[in-house]
């Protein structure tokens, strides 16, 4: 039994040393709130963050925008002291009311991915560090000019990847970064979700989607980040019918492929099939897969193979899955007693927090450029690096929705940095310009 009053068995000692303080504002509150960031920020209210190069940091949530209120209503009454201090702000305008209380340093937004802009170039044109999740935006026009922004007003602006965390996904880059795999030729990469995801957790907004913009973005930073290269091609087809109407434009399942070209000028091709309506029986809930051939090897990957698989009578596969991931976001106790939620899903909203803390207060303050300038060149989540992400986003869309308009089998071409994309219609002489 513990007799300490500190969840991790310590004895918290007085001390002088100066503590920072980060506040923080959520916009939406969603199931991806519920998987990642409140156990991130139940977290961070028990225990600051610590850098040596910044010390002790609080990071406290403020601030929550929603669309009804009724879900942060619950958190504020379950998050005692600490709730009575949260402000609430709903629908209409809940993002300019939270960014006019003048309460907040960052925010995060974890709102369906069309509602990404509109609440980004606020929060960015308010000077406040933003953390977005995936896909940032999904046009290039719009990236670029939420880049701009954060370059104005000398701020951060990320966006999530937290499959760049996951611990495969970390062992493959280092096998590539360090030569041990050589030069990809080819990859294949799937991400089925169930039925129940279309249905209800997001049946309020999945009208004119698809899973492909949802989820793909994952494997398309992946393979843009692990690999780098030149995107050149991409092609895109899909499914219609079980969520909403054959000839319509909401989407089942996507299967996307895109060709990079890389600087001896060999070319590798990635295929990407997702998909929102497999069986919600099924014991892997969400299948993940990824495979990749290189000059020199092969790597695969299976999420429902990591090595453990449960059976709870009445319980699996449905309450409990039968596979478990166990490396993303899940509660455990832990050997000394502590109840927490912990994983990689989580790793991604606390790194970003440690990125704006070192920034804000890392060292002399008229050295804050050079430190923003360090944390804008990390490639991996900043907004500036997502270019070819959003490409390829905004390229897949533009293809489904030539499809749903009666002109199926239609690709785009991508021009040097994804500066022009061109939507190759057959039939069609002159490509139609997407982006200049």
Not at 115 to 124: G, T
Not at 162 to 189: Q, S
Not at 234 to 249: K, M
Not at 274 to 291: I, L, M, R
């Amino acid at each position: 039994m513990m007799n300490s009053s500190q969840p991790d068995g310590f004895t918290a000692a007085s001390t002088t040393a100066p503590v920072h303080a980060l506040r923080a504002g959520m916009v939406g509150q969603g199931m991806i709130w519920d998987e990642t960031y409140r156990p991130f920020f139940d977290m961070a209210a028990r225990r600051p963050l610590f850098n040596p190069l910044f010390g002790a940091c609080d990071v406290d949530l403020v601030a929550i925008a929603s669309r009804t209120g009724l879900r942060a209503e619950r958190y504020r009454q379950t998050s005692g002291a600490r709730g009575s201090q949260m402000q609430s702000f709903v629908e209409p305008g809940s993002v300019p009311q939270l960014l006019r209380s003048g309460n907040v340093n960052f925010v995060c937004i974890a709102t369906p991915d069309d509602r990404h802009f509109d609440a980004c170039r606020l929060v960015l044109a308010a000077g406040k560090h933003l953390l977005v999740e995936k896909p940032s935006v999904l046009k290039l026009s719009q990236l670029e000019e939420l880049n701009s922004l954060a370059e104005k007003n000398d701020v951060l602006a990320k966006v999530v990847y937290h499959k760049l965390f996951d611990p495969d996904h970390k062992k493959l880059r280092t096998l590539v970064a360090d030569e041990d795999l050589r030069h990809v030729n080819n990859g294949y990469c799937s991400l089925l979700e169930p039925k129940s995801i279309s249905e209800n957790q997001f049946s309020e907004w999945i009208s004119g989607r698809n899973p492909g913009t949802y989820v793909a973005v994952h494997y398309i930073k992946l393979i843009d980040f692990t690999f780098g290269g030149r995107l050149k091609t991409v092609h895109c087809n899909g499914q219609r019918g079980l969520v909403g109407p054959t000839d319509g434009d909401t989407w089942d399942s996507v299967q996307l492929r895109l060709t990079y070209e890389y600087a001896d000028a060999r070319e590798a091709t990635f295929d990407i099939h997702t998909s929102w309506v497999t069986p919600d029986n099924f014991p892997g809930y969400v299948e993940q897969e990824v495979q990749f051939r290189f000059d020199n090897g092969v790597w695969l990957g299976d999420s429902r193979r990591r090595g453990v698989e449960l059976t709870i009578e009445d319980r699996t596969p449905s309450a409990i899955k039968t596979s478990l991931n166990n490396h993303f976001a899940t509660e455990f106790v832990e050997p000394w007693g502590e109840r927490r939620r912990r994983g990689y899903g989580i790793e991604a909203i606390a790194r970003f927090a440690h990125e704006v803390a070192h920034v804000e207060f890392g060292g002399a303050k008229n050295d804050r450029s050079q430190r923003l300038r360090a944390m804008r060149e990390l490639a991996y989540n900043d907004l500036s690096a997502d270019r070819q992400v959003v490409a390829a986003v905004e390229a897949m869309e533009a293809i489904l929705a030539a499809a749903s308009s009666g002109t199926p089998d239609c690709f785009v071409r991508v021009e040097g940095n994804a500066e022009r994309l061109l939507l190759f219609i057959p039939g069609k002489s002159e490509p139609r310009v997407l982006h200049s």
